[in-house]
């Protein structure tokens, strides 16, 4: 349960007072931070001896204000203030995550816990404590070094601590944005990280050939040694990323859900919760002027309810507007992070139009930018369940229905495409299954984490749809994309209860439930097959869909696990 403490703490947070002092000019910053102390002094208080940062001559920043870190990000010329003071960096050819670079170290105990494969590649002890001499003899030559102290999990029972090294003060700021701060002194000097990633993206691996691995850049875990190594890549959501996976490594483990999904409060307390890939609208459908935001992007499902796993949120800006994302929009103030924004030379302002840079352009802003965020971080079990989906070929109606046998039937399915520029190499939308929507940050074998969900939802009652954000009218390419008003409408009439009301028709091929008439949105959008000119082609292509789903199920079919495969679409 949460300590009393930190209860009056939050009450205060929730009457804006604890904030207003704490988070001016910058929050929670270290009782060191304001002054420089070479290696000898802080580094060895820190134990940074061991990640290679023994010169005399290394500043040592640790955790940082935010009024501390613009100086330094001005000082290191890493970016540029735009107009209304945010600070916009780009991160070079990396503009997303590189998945293929993604390593972890073959070793017992925790190597029979993970999911081997094309997500989890293993890599010897010897070539990771190689690659780990790379970076600490890099750190040993740095002139300055940036370490940030917070959290992920805001329940304290099960919360890890998290170090995070740097070399440049912009992923200081990014990782100061996206984890939970420490809120006192004593939290900082007493702080003895579980897990720490070494940040080292100016190091290339020149030998990866002779390593066997893909390319010069590594994101490396040793769960044994609890310390990742980062190298080639400057992308800031490598860190984040990081964490996440560790953190779906260790929770299932204790018993306790981990989620790729974002999550809100109703007024009456009620929580929702929406899973999705990037740029399926997670942040954006849970950013709602309506509701209070409990967190974008990973939570935790425990035995007393939802919680954050972060401080912060990171959603994408493309084609950003104050009219259809006015939360999000006007969280682009001071001391938020735009990561490669094209910026207008003459204004001085970002243009979220121009993709000229990449499709992945990104904002990273404490969750408190958002107004009506959740100062709790975490809120009871939930209601109401969305799977978003972004349906490439224009099959799948806006909503539909899940049974419980449906629900674990698509979230083990994960279905998706994956959206121009969240990874490197994909520049228009591809069909993919993702299980558990999100299976590029889950070490453990899928199924661990759908047991658990089943769980989970037999035992809150929790009710689950599925609402499609791709296309209508035909696939990409066609069709065009679902509105962001219809969207709205379908998540407003499930968390509102009005759909319960609707009437529904069973869809013959998928068998989940449609509803035929919802609020504002036509109906020509609701059945989808109505919104094809050309209807044989919309029957073909919804047969074609449904074989892809089949296939890829066929991996989770086994007599140790519960077989989900009758609440498939029937060819």
């Avoid at 107004?371 to 978003?388: A, K, M, R």
Wanted: a neutral charge; proline letters at 5%.
């Amino acid at each position: 349960m949460f300590t009393s403490a930190l209860r009056a703490s939050l009450k205060l947070q929730r009457q804006g007072l604890f904030r207003a002092a704490a988070l001016k000019n910058g929050a929670f910053a270290s009782p060191f931070a304001a002054m420089n102390f070479s290696a000898n002094a802080r580094a060895a208080a820190l134990g940074l001896d061991k990640f290679g940062v023994t010169n005399a001559n290394t500043k040592v920043h640790h955790n940082l204000s935010y009024a501390d870190i613009a100086k330094h990000e001005d000082a290191n010329k890493e970016g540029q203030f735009i107009a209304n003071g945010t600070y916009t960096i780009d991160t070079g050819k990396f503009t997303g995550r590189s998945p293929k670079d993604k390593y972890i170290v073959d070793q017992a105990p925790s190597n029979k816990n993970i999911w081997w494969g094309d997500i989890n590649r293993p890599i010897t002890p010897e070539v990771f404590d190689a690659l780990y001499d790379k970076v600490t003899g890099h750190y040993g030559t740095a002139e300055k070094v940036y370490v940030f102290d917070g959290y992920a999990g805001a329940n304290p029972n099960s919360r890890k601590k998290v170090r995070i090294i740097t070399e440049l003060a912009w992923q200081h700021h990014f990782v100061t944005n996206m984890f939970l701060r420490p809120e006192t002194k004593e939290e900082i000097e007493n702080f003895e990280p579980d897990f720490t990633i070494v940040n080292a993206c100016k190091v290339t691996n020149e030998d990866y050939k002779e390593h066997g691995l893909n390319s010069e850049v590594f994101v490396a875990f040793n769960i044994e040694k609890n310390v990742a190594v980062i190298g080639g890549t400057w992308y800031g959501g490598e860190m984040k990323k990081g964490i996440f996976s560790m953190m779906n490594y260790w929770l299932p483990l204790e018993g306790i859900m981990a989620m790729h999904c974002s999550a809100n409060k109703g007024k009456n307390g009620d929580t929702a919760l929406f899973f999705g890939l990037s740029g399926t609208g997670k942040t954006t459908l849970s950013a709602d002027p309506h509701r209070w935001l409990i967190g974008d992007d990973e939570h935790g499902w425990d035995d007393e309810g939802i919680f954050n796993f972060e401080g912060g949120c990171y959603a994408k800006t493309i084609n950003l507007s104050q009219e259809n994302e006015p939360d999000i929009y006007n969280a682009i103030k001071r001391d938020a992070l735009l990561e490669n924004t094209f910026v207008i030379p003459e204004t001085n302002e970002p243009d979220y139009y121009n993709t000229s840079k990449t499709e992945n352009g990104r904002v990273s802003y404490p969750i408190y930018h958002i107004p009506n965020h959740e100062p709790t971080s975490s809120g009871g079990h939930p209601d109401n369940i969305v799977f978003l989906t972004c349906d490439a070929y224009g099959v799948l109606p806006p909503v539909s229905k899940l049974s419980d046998g449906q629900a674990m039937y698509h979230f083990l399915s994960g279905y998706t495409a994956k959206v121009a520029g969240t990874e490197r190499g994909v520049t228009e939308p591809t069909a993919t299954f993702s299980a558990c929507f999100g299976a590029a940050f889950l070490p453990l074998h899928p199924t661990r984490y759908a047991d658990l969900l089943q769980q989970k939802l037999q035992k809150h009652k929790t009710s689950v749809y599925l609402v499609n954000t791709g296309w209508t009218g035909g696939g990409y390419g066609v069709g065009k994309r679902m509105s962001i008003k219809d969207t709205r409408a379908c998540i407003d009439a499930i968390l509102d209860g009005s759909i319960k009301k609707a009437e529904f028709a069973t869809d013959a091929l998928f068998g989940f439930s449609v509803p035929k008439a919802l609020g504002s949105v036509p109906q020509s959008v609701l059945n989808p097959r109505e919104a094809w000119s050309d209807k044989a082609a919309y029957d073909a292509t919804a047969k074609k869909l449904a074989g892809m789903f089949q296939k890829n199920f066929t991996k989770y079919v086994s007599k140790d696990h519960t077989d989900y495969s009758p609440f498939g679409p029937k060819l």
